[in-house]
């Protein structure tokens, strides 16, 4: 599963592939918010943690990566 995460005041979006389901990531992001000093935890494929303050957080886009078409359309 592909999320893309808005942090406030940061130019760019982070983008994590990560091995959760799109169910799993909202009951994340929904249990970091609920806290006054939650923190946004998530563990990408290759067992790196990323760790955001929920505070923070603009907007997460969850998503499957899609493969990019070969070949010509007529």
Same mark, same amino acid.
């Given at each position: 599963?592909e999320?893309?995460?808005?942090?406030?005041?940061?130019?760019?979006? /982070?983008v994590?592939? #990560?091995?959760?389901?799109s169910?799993? &990531?909202?009951?994340?992001v929904?249990e970091?918010l609920?806290t +006054?000093?939650g /923190?946004l935890?998530l #563990?990408d494929?290759?067992g790196r943690? &990323?760790?955001?303050?929920?505070d923070?957080?603009?907007?997460? +886009?969850?998503g499957t990566?899609?493969?990019?078409?070969?070949?010509f359309?007529?």
């Open positions: 599963m999320v893309k995460i808005g942090v406030q005041h940061a130019n760019r979006e /982070l994590v592939e #990560t091995n959760l389901s169910d799993e &990531i909202e009951k994340t929904t970091a609920k +006054e000093s /923190l935890s #563990t494929r290759k943690r &990323i760790m955001i303050p929920a923070r957080l603009a907007y997460v +886009e969850l990566p899609t493969a990019g078409q070969v070949g359309r007529s």
